[in-house]
């Protein structure tokens, strides 16, 4: 469980569950790995190899590896609303 604060000045967390900040990315590769998996049960997907954040606010995403975020993309002004 962890929290940090968003570029905006968002708190964002992943304590409750379900929330709508955590993301499940995986690229097609992985998927279709798990796809192979013959993967029955929700829980027995994997997590994917990477956390990816979303702020309900500005919409920023927050890319981390090792507990850390790495990686953080905004919307460009000709698409923000």
Request: aromatic letters at 12%; a negative charge; charged letters at 30%.
């Amino acid at each position: 469980m962890a929290s940090i604060i968003c570029k905006c000045g968002t708190r964002l967390t992943n304590v409750e569950a379900p929330n709508n900040i955590e993301l499940w990315v995986y690229t097609d590769f992985e998927w279709d790995k798990l796809l192979e998996q013959d993967v029955v049960n929700t829980w027995e997907i994997p997590s994917p190899n990477r956390d990816v954040w979303r702020c309900p606010v500005c919409e920023r995403i927050y890319v981390f590896e090792k507990d850390k975020p790495v990686k953080v993309y905004s919307l460009e002004d000709e698409f923000a609303e």
